[in-house]
């Protein structure tokens, strides 16, 4: 279940299902007896229902009415007037026979568990009010949470906590999951999130041909290189390196690195020539060639066995790092831009643009929050509710690039309008260099020839389980030694 629906694309999933012939109550009735299954499972001591006035609420009384017949202490506090109610949640408060008070926060104490059926996920204006009110008392309440669908107060579009959002220890979703599970700080609020199924038939995401998912081995695993019996190393690409200055010629030995490990059949580091000795001392499987500025480098990279190159790391920021991109940008090879590389053409991102859209080869450029922020200033001013997704596909639309965009919820998205969201990820990341080395593994996949999009979604996959194959304690150097092991599981030979 790779897939995520937006809220209006599920809002369709569900309009087409009913269409079909199953009754909105029908899957109103399945969604409340999930959440009711998971609330059983922590066997609480009694359960208060807070439902709001919509179908989320609904849920909510269904979900109650299934405890209660299930020998659980259940009450239900509504916010709003149950005389207004209508449609299908009207329909499931009028088989609800217990107990319904007003949502007030006092009504919480001493319950055992909270089902959290106060809004959906398509939440788009801030929590104000009594609503507020309710959501701070379900958090400071002390029992844990199961939220219907989202945890009110997330936007389940984009993640964003609008105003104030329920921390759930569950979250229970239906049919497939939405952005805003996996996009932060929604999904911090969510818990462990579990998909049910409610009887909505799988075809219908066809009509909804949905472009968002999950970054999961099924989005990739059937484009990812598998080294063949009778291949050879120059089977598998040769990836190109550019590294900085003498004194910053680690970032570029780590992206070497991650490259060669991620499959690549061999891998040159270009360096100029003041830190050509220290390259050549620090490699052994990895090549070294001398290679400084734009014209050396356009000579260099005229051998078309040169099929991948990295740009950035450690580059330094400037006209000659400036100068370096366009010549690599200028022959048909893959090319990965990180770091100095993005960060250089601050000032006129619009020449990077164009150079990009003047090719036919692969470009994936990869910025954390702040690169982006240098050479998408407008997206990152338009975007409604902060949405990351949004942004990395208006993103990859200006740029005419795969835009990978980093962070604990990293996005890749392409220009056609596909993204992949990773959740698939430990924070040991956050240190120094472990972004050139997902720069090598990036370059190192599409030396193989796998597709731009693919490749990037999988290299933060790869990357993410590289960390947690290392765990505590995790600097950048142990990222490239971790992946065997990860290409191993991967590959089913381990």
Avoid at 23 to 34: F, N, P, V
Avoid at 127 to 132: F, I, K, Q, T
């Amino acid at each position: 279940m790779i897939e995520l629906l937006t809220p209006v694309e599920t809002a369709e999933a569900d309009r087409l299902t009913i269409a079909g012939g199953v009754s909105g109550i029908d899957l109103m009735e399945a969604a409340g007896r999930a959440v009711a299954d998971r609330v059983a499972a922590l066997a609480p001591a009694s359960v208060t229902v807070v439902a709001g006035a919509g179908n989320n609420g609904g849920d909510g009384f269904v979900a109650a009415r299934n405890l209660a017949e299930w020998g659980y202490e259940t009450k239900v506090l509504l916010l709003g007037d149950r005389t207004k109610l209508s449609g299908d949640a009207a329909i499931a408060a009028a088989r609800w026979s217990g107990a319904t008070e007003p949502a007030l926060p006092d009504a919480l104490a001493g319950t055992g568990a909270i089902v959290d059926a106060l809004f959906g996920a398509g939440l788009d204006r801030p929590v104000e009010g009594a609503a507020r009110t309710l959501i701070d008392a379900m958090n400071g309440a002390g029992a844990p949470i199961i939220a219907v669908d989202l945890p009110s107060g997330i936007n389940g579009a984009s993640g964003a906590v609008m105003g104030a959002a329920v921390e759930a220890r569950d979250t229970v979703t239906f049919f497939r999951r939405k952005p805003g599970h996996l996009l932060l700080p929604g999904r911090g609020h969510c818990g462990a999130v579990h998909v049910a199924d409610i009887g909505i038939k799988p075809d219908v995401l066809a009509r909804i041909a949905p472009t968002a998912f999950a970054n999961e081995p099924p989005l990739w695993r059937s484009l990812f290189p598998v080294p063949r019996l009778d291949g050879h190393k120059y089977d598998r690409g040769h990836a190109v390196v550019v590294s900085g200055a003498q004194s910053f010629t680690g970032a570029a030995r780590l992206a070497a690195r991650g490259a060669l490990r991620a499959g690549a059949g061999l891998v040159t580091i270009a360096s100029p020539r003041d830190a050509l000795a220290v390259h050549a001392a620090a490699n052994l499987a990895v090549m070294v060639r001398a290679v400084d500025g734009p014209e050396e480098l356009t000579t260099f990279l005229s051998d078309r066995r040169f099929n991948a190159v990295v740009i950035g790391p450690g580059a330094g920021v400037g006209p000659a790092t400036r100068a370096l991109v366009l010549a690599a940008l200028a022959g048909e090879r893959a090319v990965v831009l990180d770091a100095d590389a993005l960060t250089s053409f601050a000032d006129d991102p619009a020449q990077l643009f164009a150079a990009i859209k003047g090719r036919t080869s692969a470009t994936v450029l990869t910025p954390h929050t702040g690169e982006f922020s240098r050479i998408f200033k407008n997206i990152s001013k338009d975007i409604e509710f902060d949405n990351k997704l949004e942004k990395s596909r208006e993103a990859a639309r200006e740029s005419g690039s795969i835009v990978l965009f980093k962070g604990p919820d990293t996005v890749v998205a392409a220009p056609d309008g596909r993204a992949a969201i990773n959740a698939h990820a430990p924070p040991t990341l956050a240190t120094a260099g472990t972004g050139d080395v997902l720069a090598g593994i990036t370059a190192g996949l599409l030396a193989q020839a796998m597709p731009a999009f693919e490749a990037a979604a999988a290299a933060v996959w790869l990357h993410g389980d590289a960390a947690m194959e290392v765990g505590p304690g995790l600097i950048s150097e142990d990222l490239p030694e971790a992946m065997p092991a990860v290409l191993r599981r991967l590959l089913g030979q381990g």
